[in-house]
C-alpha cells in the first residue's frame, strides 16, 4: 500500500503573504487513494489567501480565508487575535479637506467587508471614513451619497465661481 501525502505544498499569489514560503495545504483524497485538488470551493469574485491568527505573544496559526478579488489587505502582516475579527478592505479614494487655518481633514471612502458581522450578513459594504469616523453604506445608499456629493461638488463650484479674482503675486 503506498502512502500519498495528504498535504500538498501551496505558494501563495498575494504579495503581502512573502513570510510563507511555502503553506501545506490539505487536499481531498479520492476513494481510490488518489491525491486531488484542494478540498475547497471558492466563491467567484473571491480567492483563497492566507491569514494570521493568534495573539501577538505566541506564533499564531495560517489559515486560508476567502478573500474578495478587490481587497488590499494583508491578512498575514495584519494579524488577528480571531478569525472573526479578519474584514476585508478595497483601494481607498480619498480627499483631504485643508482649511486656510486648523488641521486637514482627511475624508476616504473604501470597499469593505466583515464577514463574521450578523448585522451586515457579511456583504460588502461602502465605507466613508471622516476623520476617523466611519459610516458604512449598502448599495442603495452608498449611490443616494454618490448622487448628494455631485450636487454638493455643484454648489461648492457654483459659490467659487462668485468669488472675487485672487491676485497674482
Request: proline residues 8%; aromatic residues 6%; hydrophobic residues 40%.
Amino acid at each position: 500500500m503506498s502512502h500519498l501525502p495528504t498535504t500538498s505544498t501551496a505558494r501563495s499569489t498575494h504579495p503581502a503573504s512573502a513570510l510563507l514560503d511555502e503553506v501545506q495545504v490539505p487536499v481531498a483524497q479520492s476513494a481510490a487513494g488518489t491525491n486531488n485538488a484542494p478540498a475547497v470551493a471558492v466563491r467567484p469574485g473571491y480567492r483563497l489567501v492566507p491569514a494570521l491568527v493568534g495573539k501577538s505573544t505566541e506564533p499564531g496559526s495560517i489559515l486560508y480565508v476567502e478573500c474578495p478579488d478587490w481587497c488590499v489587505v494583508d491578512h498575514v502582516a495584519d494579524r488577528n487575535v480571531f478569525i472573526q475579527d479578519i474584514s476585508h478592505q478595497g483601494e481607498k479614494a480619498t480627499l483631504s479637506l485643508t482649511p486656510t487655518r486648523g488641521e486637514q481633514v482627511p475624508l476616504e471612502v473604501y470597499l469593505s467587508e466583515w464577514p463574521a458581522l450578523a448585522e451586515d450578513n457579511g456583504q460588502p459594504r461602502l465605507d466613508v471614513d471622516i476623520d476617523s469616523e466611519v459610516y458604512s453604506y449598502g448599495r442603495t445608499a452608498a449611490m443616494a451619497l454618490a448622487d448628494q456629493m455631485v450636487a454638493f461638488a455643484e454648489d461648492v463650484r457654483r459659490l467659487a465661481e462668485t468669488l472675487p479674482e485672487e491676485a497674482q503675486a
